[in-house]
Structures are given as C-alpha cells and as structure tokens.
T-cell receptor
Framework: EAGVTQSPTHLIKTRGQQATLRCSPISGHTSVYWYQQALGLGLQFLLWYDEGEERNRGNFPPRFSGRQFPNYSSELNVNALELEDSALYLC????????????FGPGTRLTVL | QKEVEQNSGPLSVPEGAIASLNCTYSDRGSQSFFWYRQYSGKSPELIMFIYSNGDKEDGRFTAQLNKASQYVSLLIRDSQPSDSATYLCAVSPESGYALNFGKGTSLLVTP
C-alpha cells in the first residue's frame, strides 16, 4: 500500500512570492493534516481537512491556506512568503472518525530567500 | 494552551540497554497518545499508539500510560545504534483532531 506522498521535495522561493505544496493521502484516508516544522521547533499544526472541508486550523495567519480535492488530495498555499516560513512542511493522513492515527508523508522543504 | 512536555535530551544510553523516554501533557481530556520516531531531515514515523491506562508492548517497544498522572512513556529494550533519533510524543484530544506534539527527546545509543 502506497504511503502519503508530497511534492515537491524541495522548494526555493523569495520573499513575497507564493508557494504551493501538494499532498496525496493513503488510499482510503479522508482526512489530511498539514504541519510546519521549523528548525529547532516542534511540529506546529496548520490545517485539517476532511471530506473536502476545512475542519480546524492552527495559530497561523490567513496567508496560510489550502484546500482538499474530491479525490482527498490536498494543497497548501502560502502567500506573501516571509523568511521565517522556511521550514519542513509535513502532510499526514488518517481515517478520521474511525481512528486518529496519523501517517506522515516525506515532507516538503521550503526555503525562503 | 494545551502543552505536551518532553525533555529535549540528548539521552545517551549504551547499546543493549533500556532507553526510557517520558512525556507529560496538560489536557486532562486527552484521549489518544502516540510515539513517533524522527531521524534527522526525515518525517516522523509512527512507533506506537496507546489509548488505555497501563502498558502496551510491541516488539522491543513498550508504551506506558497513566491518565491520572497525565504521563506517558516509551521504553526501548535492547537499544541499538539505529534507534538513535528524536522521539516525539503526540496527544490527541479526540478522534480525528490534530495532534499536539512535544518538541521531542533526542536519543543517542552508543556502541
């Protein structure tokens, strides 16, 4: 069974640009979660999508947004990039409502110059 | 703010010894508890989950949960150098909600 996949692996942008990160969940999983892991910090919850709807978001500004598509894949958009947005962005999926065990993808390393 | 606390380490143990990793949480209503392992530059990998008070064993790993004390631990028996990684404790308030992670404990197993 294929795991969670994310693309791209690495992304380099400059301040003020927009970044789009993509995630495909494990087959059959309907929930997708996005986390940010900045250097020296723990995993910070960004967004949770289930059945195409945003269910919850963490303490991040509105320039962090996303969506979930009918096939349950998801994308995370970060507008007006700032230097401190440089981090590893992790996507996880789960069978929401049945189990809350989350499985992580390999992550996208975003570097903002 | 619902906190999950872990000692940052590094925790150094000799090969073959038992490594004991600890985690406390502040939300008394927490339902599910997870341990993930994260190698440097990689994504977290699920090791174990535990929902009920007591011990849960899986191979060399044992998770222990004490909800009254709001404490969860992970024991690694017969530690190997390949176990050297950061171990993340994660807590979920209820099914389907985002996990609240501790900052992790760095484990170093020395040959």
């Amino acid at each position: 069974e294929a795991g969670v996949t994310q693309s791209p692996t690495h992304l380099i942008k400059t301040r003020g640009q927009q970044a789009t990160l993509r995630c495909s969940p494990i087959s059959g999983h309907t929930s997708v979660y996005w986390y940010q892991q900045a250097l020296g910090l723990g995993l910070q919850f960004l967004l949770w999508y289930d059945e195409g709807e945003e269910r919850n978001r963490g303490n991040f500004p509105p320039r962090f947004s996303g969506r979930q598509f009918p096939n349950y894949s998801s994308e995370l958009n970060v507008n007006a990039l700032e230097l401190e947005d440089s981090a590893l962005y992790l996507c996880a999926s789960s069978l929401a409502g049945l189990t809350d065990t989350q499985y992580f993808g390999p992550g996208t390393r975003l570097t903002v110059l | 703010q619902k906190e999950v606390e872990q000692n940052s380490g590094p925790l150094s143990v000799p090969e073959g010894a038992i490594a004991s990793l600890n985690c406390t949480y502040s939300d008394r209503g927490s339902q599910s508890f997870f341990w993930y392992r994260q190698y440097s530059g990689k994504s977290p990998e699920l090791i174990m989950f535990i929902y009920s008070n007591g011990d849960k064993e899986d191979g060399r790993f044992t998770a222990q949960l004490n909800k009254a004390s709001q404490y969860v631990s992970l024991l690694i028996r017969d530690s190997q150098p390949s176990d050297s990684a950061t171990y993340l404790c994660a807590v979920s308030p209820e099914s389907g909600y985002a996990l609240n992670f501790g900052k992790g404990t760095s484990l170093l197993v020395t040959p």
